[in-house]
């Protein structure tokens, strides 16, 4: 569309004319008319879904629709829809748990109204989940979704389960807000005055900066500003753990992968920042990229500029002698696998709004984030700016998913900078091939095997030697390859044991945290080497895992003796056998995997977290805890056990909304990141904490009572000094089934039985695994996120490349919960969150074998021509 010119429709049967240049329908309707419930989150691609609409009753992605096809059309969005269809859907995707971080969801309920406006009662299920087609979800695995579109075609609206204490299904926080896009994620927010940035990243993954030339973009319109790394008052560097990621890279300095940052483009609209940021001009000398993990442990040459070698972390342990035990083993396996980068395709590009107030030393920083861990934001936010951390509040804006992907910062230092040396409100969101580029992603890691067994499948000794790509900077790369070392033998017993885990600097993209950390990827290995040996032991899949799962009193991994939570692992299986030998019979190529993960930080870490809740004059309850809402209920979490424990004190059962909760940093709570399955722990205990010191108190009004929880008693992997570390207080357990039918070559279905410890919200839970499963089976399958050895760039920059399973693909899932309570842990909570996927690429690749007889190491292992397809 020309500047100056003007396109009229109709837009929820109001006539209006737009008057600024838009790309496409989307922008005309969230940013000159200020409709949000159509949400962006790949525009102009149209591969998410988040932005449907209806033009003319049929539903169609805006971002994908012209200013000139929608000129006379009749535009409706949720907005438009009447109330009583409204609250249909809202009630249904609420009562069925049918939304986490609900941002594909506004799109999703648009594309179901069209299908219930032709067919009604009629709509399958089947055809439903074919029309879901154009839209992703990467949270829920879809099969709630459809549940709760059945529930309005067919006009059988659920009842919203009433607000319970711990173990009830309470209605996740604010799910039927979002189910409606009423919620709005930080794009959404509008504040007087406020600009928009852009960024400028580097045409090279390993360059150096010779000259960084602005003068065009500063000259562009509407341009306010532009800003290099000169203009940081304060420190450079970032990072969660160490202070190696700059937020931009000054000139004199080096690039080290594809989303290092330049440049910030300031101005009056989105647009123009955009526009402007693209004539910013870079001189650079171009160095080769170091891409390859051999080449980068072998070479003299430093991959990553402010560093002194290319080893990130080495994590090792032993326990008896190795050697000896496979050189007297009946069977002995040998085998090398390799597991793919992979994105995490969260639903919400990163989105950061800065507003300052003030003068002078009263000046202040107000950050909206959507970030894993806001605590962080706020003291490297500070630390670039030069300022004191009580000079900047952030405030949590729960998140459109983030599963790990959002615990670095990616843009809060940037619109932060921006707004404060203008000050004036700033917000700066990624464009979806931006946040490709710039995020951490999940670690490709190659793991050499070497297992033995005697002659019942009794396991003697392991060793494992793995070598991670963990990319440019730390982030978490070092904790991740500790991780998998520490879970290297899965939840098993291993007399005698030998690994060594390196984490290795590249000009790749980085590797961070993502669901799993780790753990899945050492159990795709663990679990095909125990599917071999049992082959020549001559029993079956689940009997080796029975004779070998690890149990109370028994030494684990790197040296922990497990206490009764471990119980879960043997019950899982128990809680499975029915479902595996029905199956069996049925003549079915079958897989089974087993696996744990660790809930919280472990490994020494000190970890402390707080949280507050207040009570209002009115008696409703304000509770505040230091973790981040991404989708995974933990706001919920929180109110059900401020119901649990106050309730009938307070009269706030059966009505959430006497229950506020909120997530900033004007109360010192929080302790690092969201992470590890760790916020329903510790949140749960925080929250538990705090509403006893409330009764203690008498339920004073008007005065914070705040409460702890710690796990303090953790060990260090690797510690010479200690035969028996606690590596981690607390994991869950998980066995999942996978049925593959013969003659199609598909999967059926896919059986899980996950030990929870104590399921706080059963449908939450269920959701969760739900979600887990089908990003568990994109992992094994089809999803990649490979780099181009030459540049070090990504080479998948769209969302449909990504290999992201959609509705259709998804096979039936039965979840089992099981709940083997943790000892010490409140309520005998072990997490959800990270332990749905850790068995299922093992469980998939002994399905396979059993279809055609191939053993995979590689992932993924169908997709598009791979050799092991």
């Known amino acids: ?358 003068s002078g030393e009263t000046r202040r920083l107000h950050v909206y984030s959507g970030g894993q861990g806001v605590w962080d934001d706020r003291n490297d936010i500070a630390r670039v700016l030069g300022l004191a951390n009580d000079r900047v509040t952030v405030e949590l804006i729960t998140n459109g998913g983030a599963f790990g992907g959002k615990e670095d910062m990616s843009n809060q230092a940037h619109a932060s900078l921006a707004a404060w040396l203008l000050d004036a409100p700033v917000k700066c969101v990624l464009s979806r091939e931006e946040s490709l580029l ?135 299986l128990e809680a499975i056998k029915p479902h595996y030998d029905e199956a069996k019979k049925a003549g079915k190529a079958v897989g089974l995997g087993l696996g744990l993960k660790n809930s919280g930080l472990g490994n020494g870490f000190k970890e402390v977290t707080r949280a507050v809740v207040r009570i209002e004059d009115d008696g409703s309850l304000e509770v505040r805890h230091g973790w981040t809402e991404m989708g995974q209920g933990i706001n919920t979490v929180a109110m059900q056990v401020a119901i649990e424990e106050l309730g009938q004190h307070l009269a706030i059962d059966d009505d959430e909304r006497r229950v506020r909760v909120v997530v900033d940093t004007t109360r010192e709570l929080g302790l690092g990141q969201t992470t590890g399955s760790r916020g329903t722990l510790m949140g749960a205990g925080a929250v538990q904490d705090a509403c006893r010191t409330a009764l203690e108190a008498g339920l004073t009004r008007g005065i914070d009572h705040v409460g702890e929880y710690r796990v303090d008693w953790t060990t260090k992997l690797g510690d010479p000094g200690v035969t028996n570390p606690i590596i981690h207080s607390t994991f869950g357990y998980a066995t999942q089934l996978v049925v593959i039918d013969r003659e199609t070559g598909k999967i059926e279905r896919v059986v899980a039985a996950h030990d929870v410890g104590r399921a706080v919200n059963p449908t939450l839970c269920e959701g969760q695994i739900e979600g887990s499963i089908h990003m568990g089976l994109g992992y094994a399958l089809s999803e990649d996120f490979p780099a181009d050895p030459e540049t070090g760039f990504p080479t998948n920059m769209t969302l449909r490349s990504l290999g992201i399973l959609r509705a259709k693909d998804v096979p039936p899932m039965k979840v089992m919960l099981v709940e083997s309570p943790q000892p010490n842990a409140p309520y005998g909570i072990k997490g959800v969150g990270e332990i749905g996927l850790v068995p299922t690429a093992g469980a998939v690749a002994k399905a396979l074998h059993e279809l055609d007889g191939v053993w995979r190491t590689h992932l993924p292992m169908r997709r598009g021509n791979s050799e092991e397809d």
């Not at 006379?72 to 409204?86: M, P, Y």
């Not at 969801?105 to 709509?123: E, H, M, T, W, Y």
């Not at 009997?543 to 899982?572: F, K, S, T, Y």
Request: proline share 4%; glycine share 10%; aromatic share 4%.
């Open 1 to 358: 569309m020309s500047a100056g010119a003007a396109t009229e429709f109709v837009v929820n049967g109001v006539p209006v004319v737009v008057r600024q240049p838009h790309p496409h329908l989307l922008s005309a309707l969230r940013e000159e008319l200020n409709i949000t419930s159509p949400k962006d989150g790949c525009s102009p691609s149209g591969q998410c879904g988040c932005c449907t609409v209806l033009v003319n009753g049929k539903a169609v992605v805006s971002c994908q629709t012209s200013l000139e096809k929608a000129s006379g059309a009749q535009i409706t969005t949720l907005e438009g829809v009447s109330e009583e269809e409204r609250a249909k859907f809202s009630q249904a995707f609420a009562a069925c748990g049918g939304l986490q971080c609900g941002f594909c969801i506004p799109g999703i309920v648009v594309r179901a109204k069209a299908q219930i406006d032709k067919k009604g009662a009629a709509l399958k299920r089947e055809d439903m989940a074919r029309h879901l087609g154009a839209h992703l979800c990467r949270c829920t695995g879809y099969a709630k979704i459809l549940d709760a579109i059945e529930c309005v075609a067919k006009n059988e609206i659920p009842p919203l389960a009433a607000a319970g204490g711990v173990g009830s299904r309470t209605v996740k926080h604010e799910a039927e807000a979002l189910a409606l896009g009423d919620r709005g994620y930080i794009d959404d927010m509008r504040v007087p005055g406020m600009l928009h940035a852009a960024l400028h990243l580097t045409a090279h993954a390993r360059a150096g900066i010779k000259a960084i030339r602005t003068d065009a973009a500063r000259a562009a319109e509407g341009v306010r500003a532009v800003y290099t790394a000169s203009d940081i008052p304060g420190e450079l560097m970032v990072g969660i753990i160490y202070k190696d990621w700059p937020v931009m890279i000054p000139v004199g300095g080096r690039t080290s992968y594809a989303g290092d940052v330049l440049a910030i483009v300031v101005a009056e609209s989105r647009a123009q920042a955009r526009a402007a940021a693209g004539l910013v001009e870079v001189d650079y000398e171009v160095h080769t990229p170091i891409t390859d993990v051999d080449v980068a442990l072998s070479t003299s040459e430093v991959a990553v500029w402010q560093t002194k070698d290319n080893v990130l972390s080495t994590s090792t342990y032993q326990r008896g002698d190795v050697d000896a035990a496979l050189a007297s083993s009946k069977h002995v396996v040998r085998e090398t696998f390799q597991t793919q980068r992979i994105e995490h395709a969260f639903l919400e590009p990163e989105a950061t709004l800065a507003v300052p107030s003030g």
């Open 438 to 572: 710039m995020h951490a992603k999940r670690h490709p890691i190659r793991m050499s095997y070497e297992m033995g067994c005697d002659e019942n499948g009794k396991l003697t000794a392991l060793r494992v030697r793995a070598v991670g790509d963990s990319g440019a900077y730390a982030s978490v790369g070092m904790k991740v390859l500790e991780r998998m070392a520490g879970h290297a033998s899965g939840p098993y017993h291993l007399p005698s044991i030998d690994v060594e885990s390196i984490a290795v600097r590249t000009n790749n993209p980085v590797g961070g945290a993502f669901r799993g950390f780790g753990a899945n990827q050492a159990q795709f290995a663990m679990e095909g080497m125990l599917d071999r040996l049992a082959e020549l032991a001559g029993i079956d899949s689940w009997e080796i895992r029975r004779r070998n799962v690890i149990q109370p009193g028994m030494v684990w991994g790197p040296g922990q003796l497990m206490d009764d939570g471990c119980n879960g692992a043997l019950a899982c």
